[in-house]
């Protein structure tokens, strides 16, 4: 797995969308982001997994959670090889994600190219930035398009 850390950006707006740019950022300080990696979007947003309000951050435009720009969902799409992507929120696109073009980038473009999104994940800060193993295993429901999934990770000490 690897890491892309937010926090910062979304600390400063809720509402930040990680970039192709950032992708590209993290990739030259780190290398590429290995075939059949899981990437996991780190933007600090579990911390609010204890509270409903605050973790829907919703008002009356809706709700403000961070998540990627339709280019970047595409980028993750077309020109890298992951697995699937993890998130701390609630779902894989961003709160606002409804008005972007296409509507739901993650949704269309990644599920749309057979890779995997987990929500909700929890204790990303714990994770290196590249190495971990992460290991999803979801509830076999019979024709199902989601399911409850157990996620661990385990990491060199």
Not at 75 to 93: K, N, R, S, W
Request: aromatic residues 8%; hydrophobic residues 45%; proline residues 8%.
């Amino acid at each position: 797995a690897v890491v892309i850390d937010t926090t910062a950006q979304v600390a400063a707006n809720p509402d930040f969308c990680l970039d192709v740019s950032d992708i590209k950022e993290w990739e030259a300080a780190n290398g590429a982001i290995p075939k059949g990696a899981w990437l996991l979007y780190r933007t600090g947003w579990s911390k609010y997994g204890d509270d409903a309000a605050a973790y829907a951050n919703a008002d009356e435009n809706g709700p403000h959670t961070p998540g990627l720009t339709p280019a970047a969902a595409r980028y993750l799409a077309e020109e890298t090889e992951i697995l699937g992507m993890g998130v701390e929120t609630v779902g894989t696109d961003a709160g606002g994600a409804f008005g972007f073009d296409p509507p739901f980038p993650c949704h269309t473009m990644l599920m749309g190219a057979n890779k995997y999104g987990v929500t909700q994940l929890r204790n990303l800060h714990l994770l290196p930035v590249t190495g971990a193993v992460v290991i999803v295993a979801p509830l076999p429901i019979v024709k199902g398009s989601g399911s409850p999934c157990r996620v661990l990770a385990l990491v060199n000490k």
